[in-house]
């Protein structure tokens, strides 16, 4: 009888893990384009943070098709920055008998348990472009050069400002990433390396003050945060016709709510319109970089980022070593994670085409040309 109870309540588990899994938090995409090998019979869990932005619906459909391609079984799930969905759907990965896991963190260090159940179960954990924090149950981070991305922002602004040779003083505002994601810290740290010192020199100047990370980071990399940020930094410290000549963003979706909060306060482009930097390489980033409403935006391509990861996969569920190119950067507060880092490339007017039409990123019609 006892057993009998036993066996119903595993049942009834087991059903509602599966339902679970179907309907649970955030959203499931089982369709992907490209060739399924036939199924090597392992299966592997990639669970992404948020398809509100185009990277990661990218990443998410690199991934997935490029695993399917050497026969893996993919369970692709995006939690919608939803921190407590992504814990479900990583628990959920476990149970249905995950392999590898491949994660792209909403908040860096929110997974600790539900990774240390993957360790306790021997899955090996895979870090996708964010790191994994304050976990020992991290084995390999894949992933771009985060300082590198900050350098290429802050480099780009010291060249188009002419700050080398001395110009100024140039009114600027600063934006940064998620607090909870330590990309965010890496860029910022990249970029204020370059640029610190010409704020110092008064070449830079910032009217509303604000340039400490607590004060400039955005949760979540919310557009709708940082327009309403933009707009309160444009009454607060512009309405007197002050000139705004920057506006440093890492992100173009944060870029896309700077230019909203400008467009709102009259601003115009090719008249008083601001320098906006960004981050990815968005589709409508680029449209945007070629209407001039944004300057610049660092491109990583996601293509390259998935071989990287899915090589990484195939390594550890081989019981081999896979490729690494840094030991020492990515300390997670319990370990230096291995990783491997993608090159990251500024692109402007001056050579999207060249990065992401010839490279076919994107098709020249989807950027109306
Ligand atoms: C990624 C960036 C992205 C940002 C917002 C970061 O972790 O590295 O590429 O722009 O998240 O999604």
Redesign the pocket.
């Known amino acids: 009888m006892r057993n009998l109870k036993k066996i119903l309540a595993l049942l009834m588990t087991g059903i509602m893990l599966v339902l679970a899994a179907g309907c649970g938090g955030g959203s499931s995409t089982s369709s992907g384009s490209g060739t399924k090998a036939p199924s090597n019979g392992k299966r592997v869990g990639v669970a992404m ?2 398809q509100s ?1 185009q ?2 619906i990218q990443d998410g459909a690199n991934m997935k098709q490029k695993l399917e391609a050497l026969g893996y079984e993919v369970d692709l799930q995006y939690a919608e920055d939803d921190v407590q969905a992504q814990v479900s759907q990583i628990e959920n990965m476990i149970t249905n008998g995950a392999n590898c896991l491949v994660v ?1 963190s909403i908040d860096s260090s929110a997974l600790v348990n539900a990774l240390a159940q993957a360790k306790a179960n021997n899955i090996p954990v895979i870090a996708y ?2 790191l994994l924090m304050d976990t020992d149950s991290v084995s390999y981070y894949a ?2 050069d ?1 300082k590198g ?1 900050g350098t290429l922002i802050g480099k780009y602004v010291e060249k188009k400002l002419g700050l080398a040779e001395g110009k100024g003083p140039y009114n600027v505002e600063f934006f940064a ?2 607090p909870d ?4 810290h890496f ?1 910022n740290d990249g970029l204020f390396e370059v640029l610190k010192p010409y704020i110092d020199k008064g070449q830079l100047v910032v009217p509303s003050g604000q340039t400490d990370f607590n004060t400039i980071c955005t949760l979540r ?1 919310s557009q709708e945060t940082a327009q309403k940020r933009m707009e309160d930094i444009i009454s607060g410290y512009y309405s007197n016709g002050k000139k705004l000549d920057a506006v440093i963003s ?4 944060i870029s896309y709510g700077i230019a909203a909060a400008l467009e709102g306060a009259g601003y115009q482009v090719g008249t008083n319109w601001p320098i906006i930097t960004g ?2 390489a968005e589709l409508m980033a680029t449209k945007n970089i070629i209407s001039g409403k944004q300057t610049m935006t ?1 491109f ?1 391509d996601t293509r390259i980022l998935a071989d990287k990861c899915v090589l990484m996969v195939q390594a550890v569920l081989e019981g081999k070593d896979p490729e690494i190119n840094d030991t020492k950067s990515y300390d997670n507060h319990k370990l230096i994670v291995p990783s491997y880092l993608c090159t990251p490339v500024a692109v402007d007017k001056d050579n999207y085409q060249k990065e992401l039409v010839d490279s076919n990123y994107y098709k020249a019609a989807d950027l109306g040309l």
């Open positions: 943070p948020t932005s990277r990661w792209a472009d964010r992933t771009f985060n991305v990433g998620s994601d330590n990309n965010a860029l990399w890492p992100f173009d979706g981050q990815d660092v990583k």
